[in-house]
Protein backbone atom coordinates (compact mmCIF):
# COMPACT_ATOMS: atom_id res chain seq x y z
CA UNK A 1 0.00 0.00 0.00
CA UNK A 2 2.47 2.34 0.66
CA UNK A 3 4.30 1.75 -2.74
CA UNK A 4 1.23 2.19 -4.52
CA UNK A 5 0.85 5.39 -2.11
CA UNK A 6 4.23 6.68 -3.24
CA UNK A 7 3.77 5.28 -6.88
CA UNK A 8 0.97 7.35 -7.05
CA UNK A 9 2.15 10.65 -5.77
CA UNK A 10 5.17 10.61 -8.43
CA UNK A 11 3.10 10.39 -10.75
CA UNK A 12 1.00 12.97 -10.16
CA UNK A 13 3.68 15.44 -9.83
CA UNK A 14 4.87 13.94 -12.84
CA UNK A 15 1.33 15.01 -14.77
CA UNK A 16 1.20 18.47 -12.65
CA UNK A 17 4.55 19.80 -12.55
CA UNK A 18 5.69 18.49 -16.19
CA UNK A 19 8.02 15.83 -17.24
CA UNK A 20 11.65 17.50 -17.75
CA UNK A 21 14.80 15.02 -18.49
CA UNK A 22 18.06 15.07 -16.45
CA UNK A 23 19.76 16.18 -19.60
CA UNK A 24 19.13 19.04 -21.82
CA UNK A 25 18.20 18.39 -25.98
CA UNK A 26 20.77 19.50 -27.87
CA UNK A 27 18.92 21.05 -31.46
CA UNK A 28 19.65 19.20 -34.78
CA UNK A 29 22.11 21.51 -36.45
CA UNK A 30 20.45 23.24 -39.34
CA UNK A 31 22.37 23.81 -42.74
CA UNK A 32 25.52 25.59 -42.84
CA UNK A 33 25.53 28.72 -45.61
CA UNK A 34 28.47 27.57 -47.82
CA UNK A 35 29.35 28.74 -51.35
CA UNK A 36 28.10 26.41 -52.64
CA UNK A 37 28.17 24.76 -56.48
CA UNK A 38 29.89 27.09 -59.02
CA UNK A 39 27.90 29.09 -61.78
CA UNK A 40 29.13 31.18 -64.24
CA UNK A 41 28.63 34.09 -64.59
CA UNK A 42 25.58 35.64 -67.46
CA UNK A 43 26.65 37.73 -70.39
CA UNK A 44 25.04 40.75 -68.91
CA UNK A 45 27.28 40.45 -65.65
CA UNK A 46 29.82 43.37 -65.56
CA UNK A 47 33.24 42.10 -65.43
CA UNK A 48 35.61 42.60 -62.86
CA UNK A 49 38.90 44.72 -63.54
CA UNK A 50 41.54 44.17 -61.75
CA UNK A 51 42.87 47.25 -59.60
CA UNK A 52 45.05 49.46 -61.08
CA UNK A 53 49.07 49.32 -60.68
CA UNK A 54 50.87 51.61 -58.54
CA UNK A 55 53.44 53.46 -60.21
CA UNK A 56 57.20 52.36 -59.37
CA UNK A 57 58.64 54.97 -56.92
CA UNK A 58 61.84 57.25 -58.43
CA UNK A 59 63.67 60.02 -56.82
CA UNK A 60 65.14 62.53 -59.37
CA UNK A 61 67.96 63.97 -57.92
CA UNK A 62 69.49 67.29 -58.29
CA UNK A 63 73.29 68.48 -58.22
CA UNK A 64 72.20 72.14 -57.24
CA UNK A 65 70.68 73.19 -54.04
CA UNK A 66 67.20 75.12 -53.53
CA UNK A 67 67.46 78.28 -51.96
CA UNK A 68 63.93 77.66 -50.29
CA UNK A 69 63.72 75.91 -47.04
CA UNK A 70 60.20 74.61 -46.57
CA UNK A 71 58.36 73.08 -43.73
CA UNK A 72 55.79 70.41 -44.25
CA UNK A 73 52.61 72.12 -45.09
CA UNK A 74 49.65 70.59 -47.32
CA UNK A 75 49.66 71.61 -50.64
CA UNK A 76 45.64 72.88 -51.01
CA UNK A 77 46.29 75.53 -48.85
CA UNK A 78 46.62 79.21 -50.07
CA UNK A 79 49.89 80.54 -49.77
CA UNK A 80 51.27 84.15 -49.60
CA UNK A 81 54.90 85.04 -50.47
CA UNK A 82 55.59 88.51 -48.43
CA UNK A 83 59.04 90.28 -48.72
CA UNK A 84 60.71 92.18 -46.22
CA UNK A 85 63.02 93.37 -43.32
CA UNK A 86 63.22 91.26 -40.40
CA UNK A 87 61.73 93.01 -37.41
CA UNK A 88 61.78 90.39 -34.86
CA UNK A 89 63.02 87.05 -34.62
CA UNK A 90 61.75 85.61 -31.71
CA UNK A 91 62.58 81.70 -31.67
CA UNK A 92 61.91 80.81 -28.57
CA UNK A 93 58.34 82.35 -28.68
CA UNK A 94 57.90 81.19 -32.17
CA UNK A 95 56.91 84.67 -33.58
CA UNK A 96 58.26 86.88 -35.76
CA UNK A 97 57.43 90.47 -37.60
CA UNK A 98 58.66 91.62 -40.92
CA UNK A 99 58.47 95.10 -42.90
CA UNK A 100 57.59 95.30 -46.47
CA UNK A 101 58.96 97.56 -48.49
CA UNK A 102 55.74 99.25 -49.00
CA UNK A 103 55.91 99.81 -44.71
CA UNK A 104 53.58 97.34 -44.08
CA UNK A 105 54.17 95.17 -41.01
CA UNK A 106 53.60 91.99 -41.24
CA UNK A 107 53.35 89.12 -38.17
CA UNK A 108 53.78 86.07 -38.34
CA UNK A 109 54.23 82.75 -36.22
CA UNK A 110 57.44 80.26 -36.61
CA UNK A 111 55.79 76.43 -36.47
CA UNK A 112 59.46 75.05 -37.25
CA UNK A 113 62.66 77.03 -35.44
CA UNK A 114 64.66 75.69 -37.93
CA UNK A 115 64.18 77.56 -40.73
CA UNK A 116 65.39 80.76 -39.18
CA UNK A 117 68.39 79.87 -37.10
CA UNK A 118 70.62 80.62 -39.87
CA UNK A 119 68.52 84.13 -40.19
CA UNK A 120 69.25 87.30 -38.09
CA UNK A 121 66.81 90.91 -37.44
CA UNK A 122 67.90 93.74 -39.91
CA UNK A 123 68.24 90.81 -42.86
CA UNK A 124 66.21 90.53 -46.34
CA UNK A 125 63.79 87.60 -46.59
CA UNK A 126 61.34 86.70 -48.49
CA UNK A 127 58.50 84.45 -46.28
CA UNK A 128 55.58 82.31 -47.43
CA UNK A 129 52.42 82.33 -44.78
CA UNK A 130 49.56 79.89 -45.12
CA UNK A 131 46.08 81.15 -44.28
CA UNK A 132 46.96 81.05 -40.23
CA UNK A 133 49.84 83.18 -40.51
CA UNK A 134 52.57 80.12 -39.88
CA UNK A 135 55.20 80.36 -41.44
CA UNK A 136 55.95 77.57 -44.28
CA UNK A 137 59.03 78.50 -46.07
CA UNK A 138 61.97 81.31 -46.08
CA UNK A 139 64.17 82.20 -48.75
CA UNK A 140 67.16 84.35 -48.13
CA UNK A 141 67.87 86.14 -51.46
CA UNK A 142 64.75 88.27 -52.08
CA UNK A 143 63.43 90.60 -55.25
CA UNK A 144 62.04 94.02 -53.60
CA UNK A 145 57.81 94.36 -53.84
CA UNK A 146 57.44 96.77 -56.50
CA UNK A 147 54.25 99.74 -56.02
CA UNK A 148 51.74 98.29 -58.43
CA UNK A 149 51.50 101.38 -61.53
CA UNK A 150 49.64 104.34 -61.19
CA UNK A 151 46.11 104.27 -63.52
CA UNK A 152 47.06 105.84 -67.08
CA UNK A 153 44.92 109.53 -66.59
Not at 110 to 124: A, C, D, M, N, Y
Not at 135 to 148: H, N, S
Amino acid sequence: MLTTLLGASVLSIAFLAGWTPFHEEVPAPGPQPGPGPTVPPKPSDPIPTPPPKPLPFTTALSTSASPYLMADAPQQQQQEAVSGTLLKLDLAEREGRLTTDLGREVAFHIPKPELFVHLSVGQRVTVKLDRSQQAIGVMETTTPELRAPQPAK
